[in-house]
T-cell receptor
Framework: DGGITQSPKYLFRKEGQNVTLSCEQNLNHDAMYWYRQDPGQGLRLIYYSQIVNDFQKGDIAEGYSVSREKKESFPLTVTSAQKNPTAFYLC??????????????????FGDGTRLSIL | GDSVTQMEGPVTLSEEAFLTINCTYTATGYPSLFWYVQYPGEGLQLLLKATKADDKGSNKGFEATYRKETTSFHLEKGSVQVSDSAVYFCALSDTNTGFQKLVFGTGTRLLVSP
């Protein structure tokens, strides 16, 4: 079955440590996204990528980095510069139909998330 | 910028009760509208969508109608089940930035008791 796989499900970070969250999709989607979810809040966009080897900052990119070397993979690194990393991280993907009104019609498909905590 | 406002939860209902979760939005242009559902410890699943005014999205007994005149997309279900207990997110697709950016509401928790 096609879908999005995030790993690990739970992750713990020590002070000063960088950690990397994995996101893999086999839906043949061009666009991929990373969101952060805090209790009682909606999702906030960290980074997104529309094609391989290209990515853009979202609303809360500080303290995070990404890469997009393959279409299927979009790993997120939470760096030591992110002072409040405890959250639920969600990866998503969608087809990309270019810009304009049509690009908004395609729903995003989500993985099951990674919960990151501080030791 | 674009925004989505949802009613605060939790919404507590008995099984077979009627459900309404209010959602209003502010947007320039003509966004697509979505409802996503999140079960405990899981990611979000698309529940339904509507892409233009007066469209009705429906799935699993849930419905929502895109009302441009009232900028609303309220979620309804005629008879809820215990298994519907989850957090529901309303979202719009902002295409003004040149890509599909989803703007989410804060979510509404639904608790259904037997």
């Amino acid at each position: 079955d096609g879908g999005i796989t995030q790993s690990p499900k739970y992750l713990f970070r020590k002070e000063g440590q960088n950690v990397t969250l994995s996101c893999e999709q086999n839906l043949n989607h061009d666009a991929m996204y990373w969101y952060r979810q805090d209790p009682g809040q909606g999702l906030r966009l960290i980074y997104y990528s529309q094609i391989v080897n290209d990515f853009q900052k979202g609303d809360i990119a500080e303290g995070y980095s990404v890469s997009r070397e393959k279409k299927e993979s979009f790993p997120l690194t939470v760096t030591s510069a992110q002072k409040n990393p405890t959250a639920f991280y969600l990866c998503a993907s969608s087809t990309f139909t270019g810009t304009g009104s049509l690009s908004g019609n395609q729903p995003q498909h989500f993985g099951d998330g990674t919960r990151l905590s501080i030791l | 910028g674009d925004s989505v406002t949802q009613m605060e939860g939790p919404v507590t209902l008995s099984e077979e009760a009627f459900l309404t979760i209010n959602c209003t939005y502010t947007a320039t242009g003509y966004p697509s509208l979505f409802w996503y559902v999140q079960y405990p410890g899981e990611g979000l699943q698309l529940l339904l969508k509507a892409t233009k005014a007066d469209d009705k999205g429906s799935n699993k007994g849930f419905e929502a109608t895109y009302r441009k005149e009232t900028t609303s997309f309220h979620l309804e279900k005629g008879s809820v089940q215990v298994s519907d207990s989850a957090v529901y997110f309303c979202a719009l697709s902002d295409t003004n930035t040149g890509f599909q950016k989803l703007v989410f509401g804060t979510g509404t928790r639904l608790l259904v008791s037997p």
